[in-house]
Structure formats: structure tokens, C-alpha cells
């Protein structure tokens, strides 16, 4: 099992900054990819980015391109979001997933991930 935990949420300004951090524990050994999705009042679940633990590839939503870059610290089992030009339309409840196997086309879907996160909330004031 992985238990993954996430930080970094809060109120930020339109055009702000944020950060997301997400801790994995437990047999990280078994993670190949560890994703970020959000879920907006009233919305589904949608994919934000992606990137494989084991190597450098990663992938994003057009929504998010130029704007969010995911990045992994394999040392401290850690994966980040940071997000900068903060629109309200980023405003959303922000988990942290993990999957054991994915092919690099499956990244954006949720049911490609094995281990999922309690959640964070962002929001973004106009």
C-alpha cells in the first residue's frame, strides 16, 4: 500500500502563486506515476498533470500548459505542483494520485491510479 499526503493549499489572488506538495509512504518502490487532479464544485474529476517517477517524462492539460509544472523529489518521495498565474477558474478541491503501471496515454485518466490522496483545497479570488 501508498498513503499519499498533500499540502499547500489555500486563498490566493488571481494571477498568484501556489505550491502543492504531496508526501508518499509506504512501498513508494511500487510507484511509476504520480498525477495531480482536481475536482471543482458541481464538476468531475479532471486530470491537471502527470510524471513518471522513474524518469523525467511528464504531461499536462491544456488548461494548465505554461501556467503549472510537476516535478518529483524521488529522495523525499515527494511530488510538487507549482502553480503560478492562478486564474478563479483553478479554484478547486486539488488530490494527489499514484499508480504502480500506466502507459504514458492513460496518464490523464483517473482510473490509471491505484492510490489517491485526501485532498487540498485551492482557491483562487478574482
Known amino acids: 500500500q501508498v498513503q499519499l499526503g498533500e499540502s499547500g493549499g489555500g486563498l490566493v489572488q488571481a494571477g498568484g502563486s501556489l505550491r502543492l506538495s504531496c508526501a508518499a509512504s509506504?512501498?513508494?518502490?511500487?510507484?511509476?506515476?504520480m498525477g495531480w487532479f482536481r475536482q471543482a464544485p458541481g464538476k468531475e474529476r479532471e486530470f491537471v498533470a502527470a510524471v513518471n517517477w522513474r524518469g523525467a517524462g511528464t504531461r499536462y492539460a491544456d488548461s494548465v500548459k505554461g501556467r503549472f509544472t510537476i516535478s518529483g523529489d524521488n529522495a523525499k518521495n515527494t511530488v510538487y505542483l507549482q502553480m503560478n498565474s492562478l486564474k478563479p477558474a483553478d479554484t478547486a478541491v486539488y488530490y494527489c494520485a499514484a499508480s504502480r503501471s500506466l502507459g504514458y496515454d492513460r496518464w490523464s485518466t483517473m482510473a490509471g491510479y491505484d492510490y489517491w490522496g485526501q485532498g487540498t483545497q485551492v482557491t483562487v479570488s478574482s
Open positions: 509506504g512501498r513508494t518502490f511500487s510507484i511509476y506515476v
